[in-house]
């Protein structure tokens, strides 16, 4: 897992694990790593996460406002 940069400092995720068909992410209070895949929520979402991840802001907010409880699955 890698760190999260929160460039804006508000963000509730923690670390977030990028493979060529998930992204995986683990929130600051939260322990378990949630899975988000091509299945759920679907590739379109999946890619955005993933460019937010690696900008380093932004993610927390999509997810909230697009994604909620559609993961794949917590590990």
Known sequence: MKKYANLRGKSGVDEYLITPTSIKI?????????????????????????GLALAGGGLGKYINRNIKGNYYSVE
């Open 26 to 50: 683990k929130f600051i209070k939260n322990p378990s790593v949630y899975v988000y895949n091509e299945m759920k929520p679907g590739r379109s979402h999946v890619s955005a996460m993933q």
